[in-house]
């Protein structure tokens, strides 16, 4: 039965179901005619035809392969419960970048247990790249494994600040103490930052402002290619959590980054 699969199992189906959904998003990208809408929520988030037909080709997909399991996605929100096997959607995390035609905006899905998440893709449809991770076990982007760097000195981190003009008008004097920490700095936004510290290609990401489909799907990536992945107190993430996160290759470089966010 589909509930009995091994998190192997249930990790390529999930890899599988985010790569062939990049069509739709893809159909879209750099397209006009894109019926753009507006939240109704603190960020005015930016809405369009191509996230609600994305999260509703995952949502069908996971159906079809594991009837019965919990789905909670950006878009149409939650069916069935949480408190078993479940699956959390972000169908396009980064709208903003996919309006404006940047390549990297992302695809999250993850597949939690009580809360807890085991299996976390994250999709790059215009990048063509498909970074997996499963609890206790490995990450691999497209099929290779990958590993986070071993950068345990803030001097040497190459750090990314994700949504730098909300953490700005959050807390001015927080953004300047980061604007001078580490080697290198740069502005960001959304999943692909996160992505990179599992592939060793950047040290560190703080984000601020996320919702848990925009999150908690990056856990297993984050842990199994090695790195620490929290909320500012240093505490695991949960359905519960605040939203403001930070990410870090080594247990040493998340530590000092936490006594940066707290001054």
């Known amino acids: 039965m589909k509930d009995r699969m091994t998190l192997d199992q249930i990790a390529a189906s999930a890899a ?7 069509a739709v998003p893809m ?6 005619g894109l019926g753009v809408e507006t939240k109704d929520d603190a960020d005015a988030s930016p809405v369009t035809i191509a996230d609600r037909a994305t999260e509703e080709a995952i949502r069908a997909a996971l159906a079809a392969e594991f009837p019965g399991h919990g789905i909670f996605g950006e878009e149409f929100g939650t069916e069935g419960s949480l408190d ?17 035609g940047y ?3 992302g695809m ?6 009580a809360g807890v998440p085991q299996v976390g893709v994250v999709r790059m449809p215009a990048l ?5 991770g499963i609890k206790d076990a490995g990450a691999t982007l497209n099929g290779a494994p990958i590993r986070a760097r071993a950068t345990t000195e803030l001097r040497e981190a190459r750090l990314f600040i994700n949504e730098a003009e909300r ?15 580490g ?59 605040d939203g403001r996160v930070v990410t870090a290759a080594t247990p040493a470089l998340h530590a000092a980054l936490l006594n940066v966010l707290h001054g």
């Open 16 to 22: 599988r179901i985010a790569e062939a959904a990049s």
């Open 27 to 32: 159909r879209h990208f750099r397209q006009s």
């Open 84 to 100: 078993g096997p479940a699956w959390i959607i972000d169908p396009i995390d980064g709208t903003r970048f996919f309006l404006t």
């Open 103 to 105: 390549p990297a905006f």
């Open 108 to 113: 999250l899905i993850g597949h939690l247990q």
């Open 128 to 132: 063509n790249e498909t970074y997996l």
């Open 167 to 181: 953490l700005f008008a959050h807390d001015p004097a927080l953004f300047a103490r980061l604007c001078t920490t």
């Open 183 to 241: 080697h290198t700095r740069r502005m960001s936004y959304d999943c692909y930052p996160h992505a990179m510290v599992a592939s060793g290609q950047i040290d560190a990401v703080t984000d601020i402002g996320l919702e848990p489909y925009d999150f908690l799907p990056l856990v297993p990536l984050i842990e199994a290619a090695g790195a620490v992945i929290t909320d500012w107190e240093g505490r695991a993430l949960t359905l519960g959590s």
